[in-house]
């Protein structure tokens, strides 16, 4: 048995039924490309956490019983004249419009909030009609002194304040959040001017620019792979058609990729996007090796259509057991908790299967019919590739010894990055380097907090339609042992 364990005679079947591979290679092809269209991103970020374990359970029940604020809109707005009667006014008005959203299922803001009044009725907690930015400063001050949500939500200079969108999680879902953005960007658009500056952040920002940037980064990474790669086998070659069968593989390997993890997932998430370029890589690496060997053959006297023979049955064993630990490495992650990183070594695994199978039949098929074609084999490569090998094999030899200890110590030494390596992920850390939402994010977390909670849920001895004396003693408690380690205005119960 070969090193390949047998698995280069999927090539030399291509090779001896040309016909009937081709027209299967066409129909695969023909069907991953039909599916491109419908490419998608799959925005459900938690599906990275989902099944991961105990917090992951804990976060879903908190999710299911209290809701939490990770899914909401945040509006900021900042204005050294919010004091001004006609400046809070129009406050109001964007706090009023963007209740009136289809996408709001609620707000919370200074102007969503009321107080009782005379004859059971209720007036806005921010009075209407104020004349003064005295008046308005009292009124803000004694707010912010009174309530302590509205606490987290006026900054204490009276210079900004956060609105709160709560997204209807229907509307929202597919292209719905992409639209509620537009939508709240055409409105953050109108409010500003030269005295009002508002911003937009929250969750459904973040994951819109993270989203956007990984299909953004994946196809310039394709493309510019393909590029460059196509670059190397032309100075390689020395032939520009040489190149391009070369470089068609990865692209088709890219192309299948694409369709199966398509039709097997429906969608791409940020995490399996990466094994696209992953494909390429290998794909590239191996068809060059494959070209490679092939041109060696025929230059040394062998026919062209027997050259590619060989070369199946020489190379494909090699990249078969390449294939194979490469799936082995990818299969390990699935031993770790988290549909998302499953997902993506399962995804990973198939991606160098097909790789592999696209080498060992689309390739040779395509060698078969360049030299149809008229494909001349290219002159020798040039010998400024090869320049370098005598004087670095002489190099190498003669200081052996040095350099061998010098391998061992240098392994030795790198050895403490990996142990020094902390297990840490952040979905910050995937946003566009350019994002702007992410700063808007920290400045009301250094204001007023809240962008990015921590939740503390703990059980009550009578529930929550009647908390009793003991009951309320705890909420108490938790709430000053979180306060006296967030801070003071930081913590909301």
């Not at 969503?112 to 921010?126: E, F, G, H, I, Q």
């Not at 391009?244 to 990729?257: K, R």
């Amino acid at each position: 048995m070969s090193i390949g364990f047998g698995l280069e005679r999927l090539g030399v079947i291509a090779l001896k039924f040309p016909k009937t591979m081709g027209l299967a290679v066409i129909a695969f092809t023909v069907l991953c490309v039909s599916m491109l269209p419908s490419a998608s991103m799959d925005g459900d970020l938690l599906r990275v956490y989902k099944n991961s374990g105990e917090m992951y359970e804990r976060y879903a029940e908190l999710t299911n019983t209290f809701g939490t604020f990770d899914n909401d809109a945040y509006i900021l707005v900042y204005s050294d004249q919010m004091t001004d009667p006609d400046v809070l006014e129009t406050l109001r008005e964007l706090a009023f419009d963007l209740e009136l959203s289809d996408y709001a299922v609620g707000t919370m803001s200074p102007f969503s909030l009321r107080k009782p009044a005379a004859d059971n009725v209720t007036t806005p907690a921010v009075p209407e009609g104020m004349q003064s930015a005295e008046e308005v400063a009292a009124a803000l001050d004694e707010l912010r002194q009174n309530d302590p949500i509205m606490k987290n939500l006026i900054v204490a200079d009276l210079t900004g304040m956060v609105m709160i969108m709560f997204p209807d999680q229907d509307k929202t879902k597919g292209e719905g959040e992409k639209e509620m953005i537009a939508e709240l960007t055409e409105l953050v658009e109108f409010y500003s001017s030269d005295k009002i500056r508002v911003e937009l952040t929250g969750a459904p920002i973040w994951k819109t620019e993270m989203l956007d940037a990984s299909i953004q980064d994946q196809i310039k990474f394709s493309v510019y792979g393909v590029v460059v790669g196509f670059l190397i086998a032309f100075i390689s070659f020395r032939s520009f058609w040489g190149a391009v069968l070369a470089t068609f593989t990865p692209f088709v390997s890219v192309i299948w990729v694409a369709g199966v993890v398509l039709m097997l997932f429906g969608s791409f998430t940020f995490l399996t996007t990466i094994v696209i370029t992953l494909v390429l890589v290998i794909a590239f690496a191996e068809s060059m090796f494959f070209c490679f060997s092939w041109l060696r053959l025929w230059r040394d006297g062998m026919e062209p259509e027997e050259a590619i023979h060989q070369t199946v049955l020489r190379v494909s064993p090699a990249c078969a057991l390449t294939s194979i630990t490469t799936i082995v490495a990818f299969g390990s992650l699935g031993l770790t908790q988290g549909q998302g990183i499953r997902e993506f070594a399962l995804s990973g695994a198939i991606a160098v299967v097909v790789a592999y199978v696209t080498l060992v039949t689309f390739l040779p098929l395509a060698l078969k019919v360049a030299i149809q074609m008229g494909f001349k084999t290219p002159p020798p490569p040039s010998a400024i590739l090869t320049a370098p090998i005598p004087f670095f094999r002489k190099l190498v030899w003669s200081f052996k010894t040095p350099l061998a200890i010098f391998g061992v110590v240098a392994t030795t030494v790198l050895f403490y990055p990996h142990f020094s390596l902390e297990p840490r992920f952040s979905f910050q850390d995937f946003l566009p380097a350019e994002s702007n939402s992410l700063v808007v994010a920290q400045q009301i977390d250094q204001g007023v907090g809240g962008v990015s909670p921590i939740y503390i849920s703990f059980p009550l001895q009578e529930g929550v339609e009647s908390v009793g004396d003991a009951d309320y003693e705890k909420i108490q408690a938790v709430h000053n042992i979180l306060e006296a380690n967030l801070g003071k205005g930081k913590v909301i119960s």
